[in-house]
């Protein structure tokens, strides 16, 4: 699901900026596309940001689990301390594999956020305003 959100934000991202191209050369200010291109930007990012964050929690626990390894018991004189190969090891973790991915909510409310912003405005612009007249003449640099 997180793929074809991203290829979808990609694809929406491509349009913003054409549209947000196509309204400024006609006079347009697009307030809503660069809104809309803005949310596409931030769920270009999104899966990202969350493998970071994964992985981010998965070297934290590596860190504090290498931290509790390494505390070293205060030894009071006269003890005699034996080691025994049992004790060297840590104590076996319970993995929890999980079976059922979460569906990325956040990245389809910024998605279907933005594709409301832009219709709104392409509507404006294209339907309720100027932007399908072609009595334009054409661009020149002279």
Do not use: C, W
């Given at each position: ?12 991202m ?23 291109s ?49 004790q ?55």
């Amino acid at each position: 699901m997180m793929q074809f959100l991203f290829a979808l934000s990609f694809a929406l991202m491509v349009a913003a900026s054409l549209f947000i191209g196509n309204a400024l050369s006609g006079g347009y200010a697009p307030y809503m596309g660069f809104g809309a291109s803005a949310l596409l930007l931030l769920a270009l990012f999104m899966p990202f940001m969350s493998e970071y964050n994964v992985l981010h929690r998965g070297f934290s626990k590596i860190g504090d689990n290498f931290k509790t390894l390494m505390k070293s018991e205060t030894h009071e004189k006269g003890d005699v301390e034996i080691l025994v190969p049992g004790q060297s090891h840590a104590l076996e973790e319970a993995i929890a594999i999980e079976k059922k991915q979460k569906l990325p909510v956040g990245m389809m409310v910024i998605v279907v956020l933005s594709i409301i912003l832009l219709g709104a405005d392409a509507v404006n612009f294209y339907l309720l305003g100027d932007g399908l007249k072609t009595d334009t003449g054409p661009i020149s640099n002279f």
